[in-house]
């Protein structure tokens, strides 16, 4: 299939622990987006990068979180010293500009 | 800020029974808005973009519709493999999207 892949789906980290959460695009969208999803919650916006450009970070909740891109193409949102309100799953979308997203499966942390 | 408040939160409905789900937003320049569904343990799966008041679309047995203070979905004779969460955003001034809780749709057979 050619839609977004995210790995690990599945993360158990303890806390103060560094985790590195990969997304892989649908090939040929410029638009990339992280999203944190609660329990019960939609999934609300933490970042966005154009190829390779971070244009919007105004969602990440602490400076324990950094995202990259690169290469214009696979992104990591990288969680320092995860704490266990960090626990969420982390959604990665992909876009041809500012049409529809498309989401990937997820990655489901849990920080103990 | 851009906000999403969608209703009902939960909804139990017999198999060929028709309802509507809302989706009521503030948004500074609406430049679409999106609905999805989503199942447990999968990401979110777009279904329908609108862009205008009165603007119309429809899938199978899903129709979203827009005003310009709310989104309507629209599910006709729905299934059981309809059963899932349905989630509405906005996109405005900002990049990303703007979601609601979303409304968990049960279709009992």
């Known amino acids: 299939g050619a839609g977004v892949s995210q790995s690990p789906r599945y993360k158990v980290a303890k806390r103060g622990q560094d985790v590195a959460l990969r997304c892989d695009p649908i090939s040929g969208h410029v638009s990339l987006f992280w999203y944190q999803q609660a329990l019960g919650q939609g999934p609300e916006f933490l970042t966005y990068?154009?190829?390779?450009?971070?244009?919007?970070k105004s969602g990440l909740p602490s400076d324990r979180f950094f995202a990259e891109r690169p290469e214009g193409s696979v992104s990591t949102l990288k969680i320092q010293r995860t704490q266990q309100e960090d626990s969420a799953v982390y959604l990665c979308a992909s876009s041809y500009g500012f049409s529809e997203q498309f989401f990937g499966p997820g990655t489901r942390l849990t920080v103990l | 800020e851009d906000q999403v408040t969608q209703s009902p939160e939960a909804l139990r409905l017999q198999e060929g029974e028709s309802s509507s789900l809302n989706c009521s937003y503030t948004v500074s320049g609406l430049r679409g808005l999106f609905w999805y569904r989503q199942d447990p343990g999968k990401g979110p799966e777009f279904l329908f973009t609108?862009?205008?008041a009165g603007e119309e679309k429809e899938k199978e047995r899903l129709k979203a519709t827009l005003t310009k203070k709310e989104s309507f979905l629209h599910i006709t004779a729905p299934k059981p493999e309809d059963s899932a969460t349905y989630l509405c955003?906005?996109?405005?001034?900002?990049?990303?999207?703007?979601f609601g809780k979303g409304t968990h749709l049960i279709i009992q057979p």
């Open positions: 609108l862009y205008s």
């Open positions: 955003a906005v996109q405005g001034g900002a990049d990303g999207l703007t």
């Open positions: 990068f154009q190829n390779e450009a971070q244009l919007d």
